[in-house]
């Protein structure tokens, strides 16, 4: 407990009565005082046992902390069934491949050349299927292959079931490359619809006519509205 003079002292300041004492007093009161001084240290002491204590043990954080998150699979259902309809589509063709291409070939026949070049070809497909349903943003690169592919095998297809020089079951067997078609156009337009890293939302910092941000310049639009290039700046007009 303080002594007296101290308690006295504290109250007039509580009162507003009396300016705070200068630490040298301070210190000077504390060295021919033992109550205050005992109090003093005391006090020092359960100040630092409030403020300093053993630090608790805590999982290292740093490394989930600092690293990239992890961006969830784009169109994981479509890019699924498009994996199963790769691995069909490759039964296929080796099926095909295994069956009855090597007797023609071997006898470089132009019927068993060009069988073996179809199964060749369905083969890849199934392989490009596979690679696009593992790799979504591989899924527009195939697009126009298959397309022109799918359209023109339709097309012959349907010409010879009318003629009755193909079998339905023949012709069945091409549903799986139509179906890789229509999940690989759904895979690439998903990964299509992902926003690119740094790029700007619409309406997220334009006005409400879609008027540029602060800062950014102002591009050149022609008479339909689209915005025009700009010209080399190396080349002098003629």
């Known amino acids: 407990m303080e002594c007296d003079t101290c308690r006295e002292s504290l109250s007039a300041r509580l009162d507003g009565e009396v300016e705070p004492r200068p630490a040298e007093a301070v210190d000077a009161h504390l060295a021919q005082c033992a109550a205050c001084a005992t109090w003093h240290a005391q006090a020092q002491a359960v100040t630092r046992m409030i403020r ?38 490759l039964g296929l063709a080796l099926s095909q491949l ?24 369905n083969l890849a497909l199934g392989v490009g299927l596979l690679v696009a349903s593992l790799r979504a943003d ?15 095998l339709v097309a012959f297809s349907v010409r010879d079931l009318v003629a009755g020089t193909a079998t339905v079951e023949r012709v069945a067997s091409h549903l799986p490359v139509v179906t890789g078609l229509v ?30 941000a602060a800062g950014e310049p102002t591009r050149r639009t ?11 700046t190396a080349k002098r007009a003629a």
Do not use: Y
């Open 52 to 89: 300093v204590r053993p630090a608790e043990p805590v999982p290292d954080l740093v490394a989930s902390v600092l690293s990239p998150p992890r961006a969830l699979p784009v169109a994981l259902p479509q890019r699924l069934a498009l994996m199963v309809v790769a691995l069909v589509q």
């Open 138 to 152: 591989r899924a527009a690169g195939l697009l126009p292959t298959l397309i022109g592919f799918v359209g023109v």
């Open 222 to 232: 022609g008479r339909d509205g689209k915005p025009r290039h700009l010209r080399p």
């Open 98 to 121: 295994l069956t009855g291409a090597s007797g023609g070939h071997a006898g470089h026949d132009l019927a068993g050349h060009l069988f073996n070049e179809g199964a060749a070809w």
């Open 183 to 212: 999940l690989l156009f759904l895979v690439s337009r998903a990964v299509r619809a992902e926003p690119t890293p740094g790029a700007r939302v619409p309406g997220s910092d334009e006005g409400a006519a879609g008027e540029p």
